[in-house]
Protein backbone atom coordinates (compact mmCIF):
# COMPACT_ATOMS: atom_id res chain seq x y z
CA UNK A 1 0.00 0.00 0.00
CA UNK A 2 1.14 3.38 -0.95
CA UNK A 3 2.18 5.58 1.85
CA UNK A 4 -0.61 8.58 0.82
CA UNK A 5 -3.14 5.53 1.21
CA UNK A 6 -2.20 4.16 4.19
CA UNK A 7 -2.23 7.89 5.81
CA UNK A 8 -5.70 8.30 4.49
CA UNK A 9 -6.81 4.81 6.43
CA UNK A 10 -4.60 6.39 9.68
CA UNK A 11 -6.82 9.77 9.73
CA UNK A 12 -9.89 7.88 9.02
CA UNK A 13 -9.59 5.85 12.44
CA UNK A 14 -7.67 8.59 14.55
CA UNK A 15 -11.14 10.90 13.84
CA UNK A 16 -13.71 7.81 14.94
CA UNK A 17 -11.41 7.55 18.00
CA UNK A 18 -11.35 10.98 18.83
CA UNK A 19 -15.37 11.39 17.37
CA UNK A 20 -15.68 8.65 20.52
CA UNK A 21 -13.71 10.50 23.02
CA UNK A 22 -15.67 13.21 22.75
CA UNK A 23 -18.73 11.59 22.73
CA UNK A 24 -17.59 10.01 25.93
CA UNK A 25 -17.29 13.51 27.38
CA UNK A 26 -20.37 15.09 26.34
CA UNK A 27 -21.86 11.90 27.88
CA UNK A 28 -20.60 12.52 31.16
CA UNK A 29 -21.39 16.33 31.25
CA UNK A 30 -24.86 14.26 30.87
CA UNK A 31 -25.50 16.55 27.58
CA UNK A 32 -26.04 13.47 25.04
CA UNK A 33 -29.80 12.72 24.77
CA UNK A 34 -29.74 8.40 24.42
CA UNK A 35 -27.31 5.50 24.74
CA UNK A 36 -24.25 5.74 23.21
CA UNK A 37 -22.17 2.81 22.04
CA UNK A 38 -19.15 4.06 21.54
CA UNK A 39 -16.64 1.96 18.42
CA UNK A 40 -12.91 2.36 20.43
CA UNK A 41 -10.89 -0.60 19.14
CA UNK A 42 -12.74 -1.72 16.21
CA UNK A 43 -11.97 1.46 14.11
CA UNK A 44 -9.73 -0.07 11.77
CA UNK A 45 -12.92 -2.50 10.14
CA UNK A 46 -14.96 0.59 9.30
CA UNK A 47 -12.13 2.85 8.22
CA UNK A 48 -10.95 -0.40 5.97
CA UNK A 49 -14.01 -1.78 4.68
CA UNK A 50 -15.44 2.26 3.95
CA UNK A 51 -12.45 2.95 1.76
CA UNK A 52 -13.49 0.92 -0.88
CA UNK A 53 -17.07 2.21 -1.33
CA UNK A 54 -18.42 4.93 -3.00
CA UNK A 55 -21.49 6.95 -2.16
CA UNK A 56 -24.11 4.87 -4.31
CA UNK A 57 -22.53 1.75 -2.28
CA UNK A 58 -24.75 1.08 0.30
CA UNK A 59 -23.94 0.16 4.23
CA UNK A 60 -26.77 -1.12 7.10
CA UNK A 61 -25.05 -0.08 10.76
CA UNK A 62 -25.81 -1.19 14.25
CA UNK A 63 -25.80 0.40 17.59
CA UNK A 64 -22.49 0.81 17.30
CA UNK A 65 -22.75 2.73 14.60
CA UNK A 66 -20.44 5.89 14.87
CA UNK A 67 -17.29 4.47 13.08
CA UNK A 68 -19.50 3.52 10.18
CA UNK A 69 -21.34 6.40 9.75
CA UNK A 70 -17.68 8.82 9.71
CA UNK A 71 -16.32 5.89 7.87
CA UNK A 72 -19.14 6.67 4.94
CA UNK A 73 -18.32 10.18 5.15
CA UNK A 74 -21.10 11.33 7.38
CA UNK A 75 -20.76 15.23 9.09
CA UNK A 76 -19.21 15.02 12.39
CA UNK A 77 -21.20 18.57 13.13
CA UNK A 78 -24.43 16.57 12.33
CA UNK A 79 -23.48 13.80 14.09
CA UNK A 80 -22.77 15.77 17.49
CA UNK A 81 -26.21 17.73 16.87
CA UNK A 82 -28.11 14.31 16.56
CA UNK A 83 -26.42 13.09 19.71
CA UNK A 84 -27.03 16.30 21.70
CA UNK A 85 -30.53 16.62 20.53
CA UNK A 86 -30.31 19.79 18.39
CA UNK A 87 -32.52 20.61 15.24
CA UNK A 88 -29.75 20.26 12.93
CA UNK A 89 -29.11 16.68 13.72
CA UNK A 90 -29.45 14.13 10.93
CA UNK A 91 -33.05 13.15 12.53
CA UNK A 92 -33.40 16.82 13.79
CA UNK A 93 -32.46 15.81 16.80
CA UNK A 94 -35.32 13.15 17.47
CA UNK A 95 -33.57 10.02 17.05
CA UNK A 96 -29.84 10.11 18.68
CA UNK A 97 -27.02 7.67 18.51
CA UNK A 98 -29.04 4.42 17.07
CA UNK A 99 -31.29 6.32 14.50
CA UNK A 100 -28.55 8.54 12.35
CA UNK A 101 -28.58 7.25 8.56
CA UNK A 102 -27.09 9.49 6.09
CA UNK A 103 -28.50 8.37 2.82
CA UNK A 104 -26.05 10.89 0.76
CA UNK A 105 -23.68 9.05 1.58
CA UNK A 106 -25.15 5.89 1.60
CA UNK A 107 -25.42 4.78 5.04
CA UNK A 108 -28.89 2.71 5.38
CA UNK A 109 -28.74 3.61 8.75
CA UNK A 110 -28.18 2.69 12.67
CA UNK A 111 -30.41 0.14 14.09
CA UNK A 112 -31.14 -0.55 17.85
CA UNK A 113 -32.36 -3.80 16.64
CA UNK A 114 -29.86 -6.31 16.90
CA UNK A 115 -29.76 -8.02 13.63
CA UNK A 116 -31.86 -5.71 11.95
CA UNK A 117 -29.49 -4.08 9.33
CA UNK A 118 -28.60 -7.77 7.77
CA UNK A 119 -31.97 -8.55 5.93
CA UNK A 120 -32.23 -4.44 4.94
CA UNK A 121 -29.20 -5.28 3.26
CA UNK A 122 -29.64 -7.84 1.19
CA UNK A 123 -32.93 -6.03 -0.08
CA UNK A 124 -30.59 -2.96 -0.88
CA UNK A 125 -28.06 -5.71 -2.93
CA UNK A 126 -31.79 -6.81 -4.49
CA UNK A 127 -32.03 -3.64 -5.88
CA UNK A 128 -28.82 -2.66 -7.36
CA UNK A 129 -29.15 -6.46 -8.91
CA UNK A 130 -32.46 -5.55 -10.47
CA UNK A 131 -31.07 -2.41 -11.51
CA UNK A 132 -28.08 -4.01 -13.51
CA UNK A 133 -26.17 -1.95 -11.28
CA UNK A 134 -22.66 -2.56 -10.48
CA UNK A 135 -22.33 -1.32 -6.89
CA UNK A 136 -22.60 -3.13 -3.77
CA UNK A 137 -23.67 -3.42 0.29
CA UNK A 138 -21.80 -4.21 3.59
CA UNK A 139 -23.89 -4.99 6.42
CA UNK A 140 -21.86 -4.69 9.43
CA UNK A 141 -23.35 -6.62 12.23
CA UNK A 142 -21.75 -8.31 16.12
CA UNK A 143 -21.14 -11.57 16.82
CA UNK A 144 -24.24 -11.46 19.05
CA UNK A 145 -26.58 -10.52 15.85
CA UNK A 146 -24.74 -13.64 14.43
CA UNK A 147 -26.95 -15.88 16.29
CA UNK A 148 -29.81 -14.21 15.30
CA UNK A 149 -32.48 -15.93 12.88
CA UNK A 150 -32.43 -12.54 10.70
CA UNK A 151 -28.64 -13.02 10.10
CA UNK A 152 -29.44 -16.61 8.99
CA UNK A 153 -32.14 -15.67 6.75
CA UNK A 154 -30.47 -13.18 5.06
CA UNK A 155 -27.51 -15.16 4.18
CA UNK A 156 -29.71 -18.04 2.77
CA UNK A 157 -31.59 -15.22 0.58
CA UNK A 158 -28.41 -13.23 -0.33
CA UNK A 159 -26.24 -16.83 -1.32
CA UNK A 160 -29.37 -17.73 -3.38
CA UNK A 161 -29.74 -15.19 -5.23
CA UNK A 162 -26.20 -14.60 -5.34
CA UNK A 163 -26.70 -10.78 -4.59
CA UNK A 164 -24.11 -8.12 -4.19
CA UNK A 165 -23.65 -8.30 -0.37
CA UNK A 166 -20.46 -8.32 2.08
CA UNK A 167 -21.56 -9.32 5.29
CA UNK A 168 -19.16 -8.13 8.29
CA UNK A 169 -19.47 -9.43 11.52
CA UNK A 170 -17.45 -7.05 14.03
CA UNK A 171 -16.72 -10.19 16.20
CA UNK A 172 -15.50 -8.29 19.19
CA UNK A 173 -15.68 -11.14 21.51
CA UNK A 174 -18.94 -9.86 23.90
CA UNK A 175 -22.47 -9.12 23.52
CA UNK A 176 -23.43 -6.51 26.12
CA UNK A 177 -21.69 -8.75 29.48
CA UNK A 178 -21.77 -12.33 27.54
CA UNK A 179 -18.74 -13.47 26.66
CA UNK A 180 -18.61 -15.04 22.69
CA UNK A 181 -17.59 -18.40 24.24
CA UNK A 182 -20.95 -18.48 26.25
CA UNK A 183 -22.78 -17.74 23.24
CA UNK A 184 -21.35 -19.58 20.30
CA UNK A 185 -20.46 -23.17 19.97
CA UNK A 186 -17.75 -22.69 17.43
CA UNK A 187 -14.65 -20.92 17.11
CA UNK A 188 -14.92 -18.46 14.06
CA UNK A 189 -18.26 -17.46 12.86
CA UNK A 190 -17.04 -17.26 9.59
CA UNK A 191 -17.77 -21.16 8.97
CA UNK A 192 -21.43 -20.40 9.07
CA UNK A 193 -20.62 -19.29 5.72
CA UNK A 194 -19.84 -22.71 4.39
CA UNK A 195 -23.89 -24.07 5.31
CA UNK A 196 -24.82 -21.44 3.05
CA UNK A 197 -22.72 -21.83 -0.10
CA UNK A 198 -20.45 -18.62 0.14
CA UNK A 199 -16.74 -17.86 0.65
CA UNK A 200 -16.27 -16.73 4.55
CA UNK A 201 -12.73 -15.90 5.88
CA UNK A 202 -11.56 -14.69 9.52
CA UNK A 203 -9.67 -11.22 9.20
CA UNK A 204 -7.85 -9.51 11.47
CA UNK A 205 -9.66 -6.89 12.24
CA UNK A 206 -7.07 -4.83 14.39
CA UNK A 207 -4.89 -5.21 11.74
CA UNK A 208 -5.85 -2.09 8.79
CA UNK A 209 -3.94 -4.09 5.82
CA UNK A 210 -5.34 -6.75 6.39
CA UNK A 211 -8.68 -5.53 6.84
CA UNK A 212 -8.13 -3.65 3.50
CA UNK A 213 -7.06 -6.15 1.34
CA UNK A 214 -9.59 -8.87 2.47
CA UNK A 215 -12.24 -6.18 1.86
CA UNK A 216 -10.68 -5.56 -1.72
CA UNK A 217 -11.04 -9.52 -2.53
CA UNK A 218 -14.62 -9.96 -1.49
CA UNK A 219 -15.65 -6.64 -3.31
CA UNK A 220 -14.28 -8.17 -6.36
CA UNK A 221 -16.01 -11.39 -5.81
CA UNK A 222 -19.67 -9.53 -5.00
CA UNK A 223 -18.81 -7.07 -8.09
CA UNK A 224 -18.21 -9.58 -10.11
CA UNK A 225 -21.44 -11.65 -9.53
CA UNK A 226 -19.84 -14.41 -7.59
CA UNK A 227 -22.34 -13.99 -4.97
CA UNK A 228 -21.98 -12.36 -1.02
CA UNK A 229 -19.28 -13.17 0.88
CA UNK A 230 -18.67 -13.40 5.20
CA UNK A 231 -15.86 -11.75 6.49
CA UNK A 232 -15.40 -12.42 10.53
CA UNK A 233 -13.63 -9.50 11.36
CA UNK A 234 -11.33 -10.34 15.06
CA UNK A 235 -11.53 -7.51 17.09
CA UNK A 236 -12.53 -6.18 20.76
CA UNK A 237 -14.36 -3.30 22.08
CA UNK A 238 -11.88 -1.63 24.11
CA UNK A 239 -14.60 0.32 25.82
CA UNK A 240 -17.55 -0.43 27.99
CA UNK A 241 -21.07 -2.02 25.69
CA UNK A 242 -22.38 1.78 26.38
CA UNK A 243 -21.32 4.84 28.31
CA UNK A 244 -21.72 3.72 32.06
CA UNK A 245 -20.92 -0.01 31.56
CA UNK A 246 -19.13 -0.68 34.70
CA UNK A 247 -17.83 -3.85 33.02
CA UNK A 248 -17.66 -5.79 36.28
CA UNK A 249 -17.88 -9.52 33.61
CA UNK A 250 -14.21 -8.61 32.34
CA UNK A 251 -10.72 -8.13 33.87
CA UNK A 252 -8.57 -5.10 33.21
CA UNK A 253 -5.59 -7.69 32.47
CA UNK A 254 -8.07 -8.83 29.58
CA UNK A 255 -8.52 -5.08 28.67
CA UNK A 256 -4.73 -4.14 28.89
CA UNK A 257 -3.63 -6.77 26.35
CA UNK A 258 -6.17 -5.82 24.19
CA UNK A 259 -4.77 -2.26 24.10
CA UNK A 260 -1.34 -3.63 23.15
CA UNK A 261 -2.94 -4.57 19.94
CA UNK A 262 -4.89 -1.16 19.38
CA UNK A 263 -5.62 -1.00 15.79
CA UNK A 264 -4.10 2.69 15.74
CA UNK A 265 -0.96 2.37 17.51
CA UNK A 266 -0.59 -1.06 15.54
CA UNK A 267 -1.07 1.12 11.99
CA UNK A 268 1.61 3.66 13.77
CA UNK A 269 4.19 1.17 14.45
CA UNK A 270 4.07 0.18 10.63
CA UNK A 271 3.77 4.32 9.49
CA UNK A 272 7.17 4.55 11.70
CA UNK A 273 8.67 1.39 10.85
CA UNK A 274 8.15 1.06 7.47
CA UNK A 275 6.97 4.59 5.59
CA UNK A 276 9.53 6.78 8.08
CA UNK A 277 7.06 8.73 9.76
CA UNK A 278 8.43 10.08 13.29
CA UNK A 279 6.64 9.97 16.53
CA UNK A 280 6.26 13.71 16.43
CA UNK A 281 4.63 13.73 12.38
CA UNK A 282 2.04 11.23 14.12
CA UNK A 283 1.19 13.58 17.12
CA UNK A 284 0.61 16.65 14.69
CA UNK A 285 -1.98 14.45 12.62
CA UNK A 286 -3.58 13.41 16.04
CA UNK A 287 -3.47 16.74 17.16
CA UNK A 288 -5.00 18.60 13.95
CA UNK A 289 -8.04 15.60 13.56
CA UNK A 290 -8.59 16.02 17.54
CA UNK A 291 -9.19 20.15 17.22
CA UNK A 292 -11.17 19.42 13.77
CA UNK A 293 -13.21 17.34 16.22
CA UNK A 294 -13.78 19.60 19.01
CA UNK A 295 -14.59 21.96 16.71
CA UNK A 296 -17.84 20.37 14.97
CA UNK A 297 -18.70 19.28 18.73
CA UNK A 298 -18.52 22.87 19.63
CA UNK A 299 -20.44 24.33 16.73
CA UNK A 300 -23.19 21.33 17.68
CA UNK A 301 -23.81 22.46 21.07
CA UNK A 302 -24.50 25.68 19.88
CA UNK A 303 -27.32 24.82 17.69
CA UNK A 304 -31.10 25.24 18.65
CA UNK A 305 -33.29 22.46 20.13
CA UNK A 306 -35.80 21.47 18.27
CA UNK A 307 -39.14 23.17 18.36
CA UNK A 308 -41.66 21.47 20.42
CA UNK A 309 -44.20 21.91 17.54
CA UNK A 310 -42.10 20.00 15.72
CA UNK A 311 -42.09 16.83 18.37
CA UNK A 312 -44.56 14.61 15.85
CA UNK A 313 -43.45 15.80 12.26
CA UNK A 314 -41.70 13.10 10.17
CA UNK A 315 -43.68 10.24 11.58
CA UNK A 316 -45.03 7.98 9.32
CA UNK A 317 -48.71 8.93 9.84
CA UNK A 318 -48.22 13.09 9.59
CA UNK A 319 -52.23 13.38 10.26
CA UNK A 320 -53.04 11.06 12.89
CA UNK A 321 -49.46 12.11 14.59
CA UNK A 322 -50.75 16.03 14.88
CA UNK A 323 -54.29 14.95 16.00
CA UNK A 324 -53.12 12.89 18.72
CA UNK A 325 -50.16 15.13 19.90
CA UNK A 326 -52.45 18.43 19.47
CA UNK A 327 -54.97 16.32 22.05
CA UNK A 328 -52.28 15.44 24.49
CA UNK A 329 -51.14 19.49 24.40
CA UNK A 330 -55.09 20.43 25.39
CA UNK A 331 -54.75 17.37 28.01
CA UNK A 332 -52.19 18.75 29.82
CA UNK A 333 -53.41 22.07 29.66
CA UNK A 334 -50.85 23.32 27.48
CA UNK A 335 -51.82 24.04 24.17
C1 LIG B 1 -33.35 -7.93 18.75
C2 LIG B 1 -32.61 -7.36 19.93
N1 LIG B 1 -32.30 -8.18 20.95
C3 LIG B 1 -31.63 -7.68 22.02
C4 LIG B 1 -31.27 -6.37 22.07
C5 LIG B 1 -30.49 -5.81 23.27
N2 LIG B 1 -29.09 -5.64 22.87
C6 LIG B 1 -28.61 -4.43 22.54
S1 LIG B 1 -26.99 -4.49 22.08
C7 LIG B 1 -26.92 -6.15 22.37
C8 LIG B 1 -25.63 -6.91 22.17
C9 LIG B 1 -25.27 -7.04 20.76
O1 LIG B 1 -24.03 -7.69 20.67
P1 LIG B 1 -23.25 -7.73 19.31
O2 LIG B 1 -24.17 -8.07 18.21
O3 LIG B 1 -22.08 -8.60 19.51
O4 LIG B 1 -22.82 -6.21 19.08
P2 LIG B 1 -21.79 -5.33 19.94
O5 LIG B 1 -22.60 -4.61 20.98
O6 LIG B 1 -20.79 -6.22 20.55
O7 LIG B 1 -21.19 -4.39 18.96
C10 LIG B 1 -28.15 -6.62 22.80
C11 LIG B 1 -28.41 -8.04 23.15
C12 LIG B 1 -31.62 -5.54 20.99
N3 LIG B 1 -31.31 -4.25 20.96
N4 LIG B 1 -32.27 -6.08 19.91
MG1 LIG C 1 -20.16 -8.13 20.03
Known amino acids: MNKEKLLDLYRMMVQIREFENECIELAKSNATRAAVHTYIGEEAIAAGVCAHMSNQDYITSTHRGHGHCIAKGADLEKMFAELLGR ?74 WSLPVIFVCE ?58 VLLEMKTYRMSGHYFGDNQNYRTKDEVNQWKEKDPILRCEQILQKEYDLTEEDLLT ?51
Not at 118 to 131: H, S, Y
Not at 135 to 156: C, P, R
Not at 320 to 332: G, H, L, P, T, Y
Request: hydrophobic share 40%; with cysteine; net charge negative.
Open 87 to 160: EGGYCKGKGGSMHIADLATGNLGANGIVGGGIPLAVGAALGIQLDNKKNFVVSFFGDGAANEGSFHEALNMASI
Open 285 to 335: IRKNIRTEVLAASEKAKLQPEPMIEDLTGDLFDQKFADIEWKSFVKAQGKG
Open 171 to 228: NNEYGISTHVSKSTNIQNIAIRAMSYGIKGVVVDGNNILEVYEETRKAVDDVVSGQGP
